[in-house]
């Protein structure tokens, strides 16, 4: 969503976040709490693109964001971040989102993920990730927002993992 597209009363709570302004490092950055805000700005920030960033990216090198978008959901070893252009083409003020939920509800589900993660080859691991970030990459490329590519590619897992499991009558049956 485009800064123009955003109802002024939520644009005005976005611009003044506690941002830490011209960063060089994400270490440096300052951070507030994702569950202290309110549904409607949370609902707003998860319609802004993501990019994935090294963690020892120096921010101000970073000079090819687009002027119109304005926000930004920043994505760097696990820890998120918002950041606002404020029209510049770089990550001129910058906040870390502490306890960022996109709105999947893991309920506990870390420790299944942890096994399978673990159970899965590195090789495997590489190709799936790769695959993923193709087929992100593809739909923003298509104008996809992230709440909808989310559950495009929800959508599509669900679908093959139902395809795999009725070819191989024996998977889950111990379940």
């Not at 696990?78 to 306890?99: H, S």
């Not at 739909?139 to 070819?167: M, N, P, T, W, Y």
Request: proline share 2%.
């Amino acid at each position: 969503m485009k800064a123009k597209e955003i109802k002024n009363s939520v644009y005005d709570k976005l611009v003044s976040l506690n941002y830490s302004r011209k960063e060089n490092d994400l270490e440096s950055v300052n951070s507030l709490n994702w569950f202290d805000l309110d549904p409607e700005l949370k609902d707003v920030i998860l319609t802004f693109p993501d990019r994935h960033v090294a963690f020892d990216v120096d921010l101000m090198d970073i000079e090819d964001l687009d002027r119109e978008q304005q926000f930004y959901i920043f994505v760097s070893q696990g820890k998120v971040y918002l950041v606002d252009t404020q029209g510049y083409n770089y990550p001129r003020y910058i906040v870390e989102l502490e306890g960022f939920d996109d709105g999947i509800d893991y309920d506990g589900e870390s420790e299944l993920i942890d096994r399978g993660t673990g159970i899965t080859r590195i090789a495997d691991q590489e190709v799936f990730e790769n695959c993923i970030a193709n087929l992100c990459h593809d739909l923003s490329e298509e104008g996809f927002h992230k709440k909808d590519a989310l559950i495009f590619l929800q959508a599509l897992l669900d679908h093959k993992f139902d395809c795999v499991v009725e070819s191989r009558k024996y998977l889950f049956q111990q379940q």
